[in-house]
């Protein structure tokens, strides 16, 4: 829409590919950068404004990229430098803008940083993690415990010391209370923002930690009740994490820090993947003046799916919060939980012959949503989770050392298909792809999709046309309170020119629109 005075990020739908599982170019099995170039013209066709790419630097891969040991260069199975160029380039001419995933928080055991600091106490690198001694009965400093199970220290016996890691050990937390980190990684920011990267989806940043030794202890969460699903059983969820491991104000020296260097730019995006006790807060204090732009929300991203109520409440919260700006970010889904079209069936009560109108519904919803909105792939083609990885074919780190209880993040991860005649379903040539091909794909695969005229692809695009000529959505990040019987949600979306309402029907599984 002509004329909006907003920024291109406060009303972006943002396509998060996730590397590994998009195209493979090289018959490896594996997807790449080359690959996703090949795939920009469906992202064009689609609609979307910009591309979300989840790590490809170079990294052992224990935890699939989120372990990065060199943060200015490609790992082999992805690519090179000039392959990622080409993408960039190949992507703004059709106008599509690039944000990578920068992970400040952590890196990998095998970064040469944590190679040189695990050493010894004297090197250069010394103070670039946290490290601390034992208590006297030998013991770890605090009570904290790992995202991914376990204690959040590990043993280091070259300096006799512990180190801190918030989710595997080989991704030792970063020191950020050190300038030298600090600067280490504005300069990471400034090497891809050179490269023409339009903005950063910051990695986990309430789990940076800028404080040091002595370190507090966790408090107990008084209000733990086990959720229903097996991550939310585990003893982190007992722990209130703001009182000390997390979200601590030292943080904020990272975000200022990455604030400014965006700022040397024009029109770069820095959106970060935060959380917290009290998310609102941590949301508003990570995105107050001079930090980030905006935050990427959990509420709709629900483990267990949420029904009509709960997600009233969900969007509530968060607008309540950030109405009348584009500081917000919505996703049902990523590459971190099962896909929403499955998750949200049982709780609303719908058979699984509803899950394409689903859907679209949910499409439909977060995008008209203020702030920007992340669609993850395979969700344009209303794909289900997959829920039947045999245990010796998961990879997930997480699922693996859980299993058979919790079967970790595979379950959404498993490649895109693009034909359903094509071996591998068009992802592959090669005989064994990194995770199997989901058969059940096959019927609404990529390309195939685009072909037929009533597919989630082609209904949503229409959609995502529209919604591009409607002043309330794209001159403004106002809207009204929520309301609608039970089963629907309603609110109006505001400008200056236009009042839209705009109306979910979760019965009928249709979204409906009317200027008032
Ligand atoms: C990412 C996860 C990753 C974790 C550690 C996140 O929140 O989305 O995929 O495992 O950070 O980097």
């Known amino acids: 829409m002509e004329n909006s005075a907003l920024k291109w990020w406060e009303t972006a739908v943002i396509y998060q590919i996730y590397p590994r599982s998009f195209q ?17 013209d469906y992202l064009a066709g689609l609609g979307v404004d910009a591309i979300w790419i989840s790590p490809f630097f170079k990294s052992p891969q224990k935890d699939f990229g989120y372990d990065v040991s060199d943060y200015c260069d490609i790992n082999p199975d992805y690519g090179t430098l000039a392959d990622f160029d080409e993408l960039i380039s190949k992507a703004h001419a059709l106008g599509l803008r690039i944000m990578i995933d920068i992970v400040p928080a952590h890196c990998s055991d095998q970064h040469e940083w944590f190679e040189e600091s695990r050493q010894s106490r004297t090197n250069d690198k010394a103070d670039w993690y946290h490290w601390v001694d034992p208590l006297p009965d030998g013991s770890a400093p605090t009570n904290w415990l790992s995202f991914f199970g376990g204690r959040a220290w590990s043993w280091e016996p070259r300096r006799q010391q512990y180190y801190l890691h918030n989710f595997l050990p080989s991704q030792p937390n970063l020191n950020h209370h050190n300038p030298e980190v600090r600067n280490a990684l504005t300069d990471v920011a400034r090497f891809w923002f050179d490269r023409g990267v339009d903005g950063f989806r910051l990695d986990a940043v309430h789990t940076i930690n800028g404080d040091t030794a002595p370190y507090q202890n966790n408090l107990a969460n008084p209000d733990f009740v086990p959720g229903d699903l097996p991550q939310q059983q585990q003893p982190f969820f007992r722990q209130l994490h703001d009182s000390a491991q997390l979200n601590q104000p030292a943080i904020q020296l990272f975000s200022e820090a990455f604030r400014a260097v965006a700022d040397e730019y024009e029109d770069r995006f820095l959106m970060g993947e935060l959380h917290g006790d009290d998310p609102v807060l941590a949301s508003k204090t990570f995105t107050a003046p001079g930090r980030l732009h905006a935050t990427y929300n959990f509420n709709l991203l629900a483990w267990a799916g949420l029904n009509v109520t709960e997600m009233k409440d969900a969007i509530s919260e968060a607008v309540v919060a950030f109405n009348s700006t584009g500081r917000l970010t ?15 069936l049982e709780p609303l009560g719908l058979a699984e012959t509803d899950q394409e109108a689903l859907q679209l519904l949910l499409l439909k919803l977060e995008t008209c949503l203020i702030g920007s909105t992340c669609v993850y792939q395979g969700e344009e083609l209303a794909f289900d989770d997959v829920r039947d990885i045999p245990v010796e074919q998961m990879q997930d780190p997480w699922g693996i050392e859980f299993a058979p209880v919790f079967m970790g993040r595979d379950t959404c991860r498993t490649p895109m298909v693009w034909q359903e005649d094509a071996p591998q379903g068009g992802f592959s040539t090669a005989n064994k792809t990194w995770l199997p091909i989901a058969t059940q794909h096959l019927k609404r695969a990529g390309l195939d ?18 919604r591009k000529k409607q002043a309330a959505m794209m001159t403004s990040n106002t809207m009204s309170e929520l309301s609608g019987e039970d089963h629907q949600i309603v609110f109006d979306r505001i400008s200056d020119t236009q009042t839209l309402r705009c109306c979910f029907d979760f019965k009928t599984l249709t979204a409906t629109f009317e200027e008032i």
């Open 24 to 40: 493979d170019s090289n018959a490896d099995g594996i997807g790449d950068l080359p690959g996703i170039t090949s795939r920009l």
């Open 449 to 466: 999709e685009v072909k037929r005229p009533n597919s989630t692809y082609n209904a949503y695009a229409k959609f995502l046309k529209w």
């Open 330 to 344: 919505f996703a049902f889904s990523n590459h971190d939980v099962p896909r929403s079209g499955t998750r949200q």
